[in-house]
Structures are given as C-alpha cells and as structure tokens.
C-alpha cells in the first residue's frame, strides 16, 4: 500500500521560529499534506517510498523571495562593470533583442531546476512573458509567485506606452491555475514606474488577490531622484500613493531613513534582503537591524542570476551574516538562526504564504528537503544550525519535497532532463554572444 512519502531518522529542523533540532522519528506526506510530523520511528506506516534520512537534518524548503529566474541565460555576460555600463552596454541591449516566450521558458526552466537541487522549494519571481515562467516552474515542480513585470519605459512584453495594462490583465487571465502557482504584479521602482502606474497596478493585484512587488531604494541614486521628482523619499512616497502593507513587498530596502523603516513597520510591508545582489553591484548595505527592531519582516532573495550570479539561498544566508556583522561591527548581528528563519518561514510570510508552507507542521504542505551532514566540509557536527548557514551548500541538498513530490532524490532532479537543458541554454548563449561579440563557451556538448 502506498500512502505517500515516509521520510525515516536523522535529525529535524521542524520550525524554524524556535529553531531547535531534534532526533528525528518519522514524517509523512500523503498526497500534498504533512499527515505525520516526527512521530516514534516504531510507528512508520507502510509505503512504496521510504527515505532513509540517516546522517541528514530534514528542514522546511527554502524560500527565494526575490529573483528574476530568466535572466539566468544572462549569467556572467559581463561582470566588474559600473551599474549603467553593465545595464546599458549588455544587459539591457541583450534583453531588448532576446526576450520573448522561449527565453523566459528557457531561462526560468534553467533556473527553477539550479533553486530544486539546492533546496529552494518556493521563489518569487519578476520578469516579462510571465505565463512561460509559470510554465516552466510548473514542469521543474517548483512552488512560485510569478509577478508580471511593469515599466513605464518600452518593454519586451509591452512595447508601447501604456501598454503595461493590457498585457498584465493577459498575463492574469493567462496564468495557469496550478496549486504551486500564484500570479502577482511586479512594478519595476517608484524612479520606472509613475504614480498612476502603481496606482493602477495596486488596483489590479488587489482585485485578483494578488500581492505587489517592487524594487525599492536599492541604491543612494534613485533615492536622490525620487526626492528631487517628487520632494519625498521612496517609501513616504509610496506610503502616499496608498501602496504600504502586506499585500506590498519591498525588495531591498538598502537606503532607508529612520522614518521609512517606521512607516514600513507600522504598515505590515514585508522586505525582501538580497545581499549578494547589493554586494557584487555596491549597491550598499541594509539596516536589517533598524528594520528587525521595528519588527519588519525581512525575507531573502538571490536577485536574478546576472547580479550574483547564483541562485543559492545557503550562500545567500551566509553572505546576509557575514554583511550584517562586517556593517555593525558585532559578531552577534544576524546569528544563523535569523538567517534560517528569514530563508523559511519568514520568506513564507513575506509572500503571505505562512499558513501553508514555511515550517514543517501537522496540516501544512509537503514541502521540505533533507540536507545531508555527512560531508567533510561539514565535519564534525556541534551545532547543524551553525552548519546550515556558516558551512553548507546549496549542493548539500540531498532529497526536496514539494507539494507531497519527490522533485530531487539523491541530488538528482526527477523532473528535468540536464543535458537536453543544458545543450538547450548553450544554444541561446551562442545567440546572445555573437549578438555582443563576445564569446560563449561550451556550445553543443554532449548529445541532444
Ligand atoms: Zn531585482
């Protein structure tokens, strides 16, 4: 009798809002639901799939708040360049002349499965021709908030002015109605969007319950130009356009005022952090400790692939640590069990996803990965919490589970064929490069 998936010893993480790991008994999935949460092993009930987690710490899924997954086919294009000569030399030239539905399905595919092998079971994602996301996110198994990107400049999807309208209702008609899938907006920033473009696109989320995203104060420049438009600063601003709250996510949030990070706590708007990201483009660093004080919810994202350029939440843990201690000078800024809980539940709650996923409870959804212990980098063990954010990767990901479905067994991923894949991003990097003269490396490997 198959009642769904039994995972067996090791330790647990279960809830990552009084990180504690324990022995670990045994689990159970059956369809999409957690039936059994660390039980007595004596009680394991029969099943065609039973997962020895011997020597692994069994953990909710990671959450990836913030990325642009297709711009993956853009990965190390061109790095070590001024932000506007890295956007208006290759970026930018690339996306205007290679974006179209094969390249989101192609770039998110790619994505989706590097987010499944390192135990990324959630990701909110920003771009154009967002129904390929969906697409792709769907076939890799991945659960995914696909925000459909809104510039007021020509875009892609929407190359005439004011267009952005017509092709966000399309994309929310058009967007697969799946359990893993929820369709979202994603204004670009309050300095490429006006203020009846967020209006406008605040309506229309609300009216399809869905959340709204936006880049907000990433760097000291645009917050200069939001001041010097409009006489406020970005987050006031938004504040004005009624735009504040938890159906809103800010992502970033580096050059915030004392008074922002008031109005952000008071409103119930979540953060997305993405130190990688403002890292590699010195972008600057956040007061993650203003904003913890004042009880705003901070989640992690990688950002997309061209600012990182990878898509590992464990790295992205790590750095957020690293970052938060380096810009206060205190060795107990950000401790690993902030980290872990920001890179879970609380990317769930940003999301507004904590009631289904996040930890690993009675009732909420499958969605959990096993990471494996016994690796010499993480050798010996005193503390698997310290381990997960001071000396993991995301390659320690052994097993993930997403909605009740075995996605990666053994670091192998059971939904996508690599090499075709692979061969496949080779043959657009070719396209891409000739297009720059420059070179792309690796063409044709392997069979197809
Ligand atoms: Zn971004």
Same mark, same amino acid.
Request: glycine letters at 8%; zero cysteines.
């Given at each position: 009798m198959n009642i769904g998936i039994v995972l067996a010893g090791g330790l647990i993480l279960a809830d990552p809002a009084s990180p504690e790991v324990v022995p670990h008994g045994t689990t159970v999935i059956s369809g999409n639901r957690l %039936?059994? %949460?660390?039980?007595?092993?004596?009680s394991q009930p029969p099943s065609d799939l039973v997962i020895d987690c011997s020597g692994c710490l069994i953990m909710p899924g990671l959450v990836n708040?913030?990325?642009?997954?297709?711009m993956s086919l853009l990965r &190390?294009?061109?790095?070590?360049?001024?932000l506007d000569e890295w956007l208006n030399k290759y970026i930018f030239p690339s996306e205007a002349k290679h974006v179209a539905p094969d390249f989101v399905y192609l770039g998110t595919k790619l994505s989706a499965a590097e987010m499944a092998l390192g135990g990324i079971t959630t990701f909110a994602d920003g771009y154009f021709y967002m129904e390929e996301a969906a697409r792709a996110s769907i076939e890799v198994g991945l659960r995914a908030v696909i925000a459909q990107g809104i510039l007021d400049v020509p875009v892609p999807?929407?190359?005439?002015?004011? /267009?952005w309208r017509e092709r966000a209702r399309a994309f929310l008609a058009a967007c697969p109605a799946d359990d893993l899938i929820t369709p979202a907006l994603f204004c670009h920033s309050p300095y490429l969007c006006s203020p009846e473009t967020f209006q406008g696109a605040y309506e229309m989320a609300r009216a399809a319950h869905s959340p709204l995203f936006s880049h907000v104060s990433e760097t000291a420049r645009e917050v200069q130009e939001i001041k010097s438009r409009y006489g406020v600063s970005p987050v006031e601003h938004l504040r004005g356009l009624g735009i504040?709250?938890?159906?809103f996510v800010a992502i970033h949030g580096v050059h915030l005022s004392e008074s922002e990070m008031d109005l952000l706590a008071e409103s119930g708007t979540g953060v997305v952090h993405c130190p990688e990201s403002n890292m590699k483009l010195s972008s600057g660093a956040a007061d993650l400790r203003g904003l913890q004080s004042r009880g705003v919810t901070i989640a992690l994202g990688t950002d997309g692939a061209a600012s990182n350029?990878?898509?590992d939440l464990f790295e992205e843990m790590r750095s957020a640590s690293l970052m938060a201690k380096l810009v206060t000078g205190?060795?107990?800024?950000?401790?690993a069990r902030t980290a872990i809980r920001m890179a879970t539940l609380d990317g769930a709650r940003v999301l507004g996803l904590d009631a289904q996923i996040g930890s690993i409870e009675l &009732?909420?959804?499958g969605d959990l990965i096993v990471v494996d212990l016994d690796r010499l980098h993480l050798t010996?063990?005193?503390?698997p919490l310290s381990h997960l954010v001071y000396a993991a990767k995301? /390659?320690? %990901?052994r097993h993930v589970i997403v909605n009740g479905k075995l996605v990666v067994h053994d670091r192998c991923?059971?939904? %996508?064929d690599e090499r075709k894949l692979k061969n496949a991003v080779h043959a657009k990097a070719d396209e891409i490069a000739e297009d720059l003269g420059i070179t792309a490396y690796g063409v044709g490997t392997g069979d197809d």
């Open positions: %039936v059994l %949460v660390n039980a007595p092993i004596h708040a913030h990325t642009h997954a297709a &190390g294009i061109a790095d070590d360049l001024p999807d929407a190359p005439l002015p004011g /267009s504040l709250g938890e159906a350029n990878n898509l205190d060795p107990e800024a950000l401790d &009732g909420k959804l010996p063990v005193y503390d995301g /390659s320690d %990901v991923i059971l939904t %996508v």
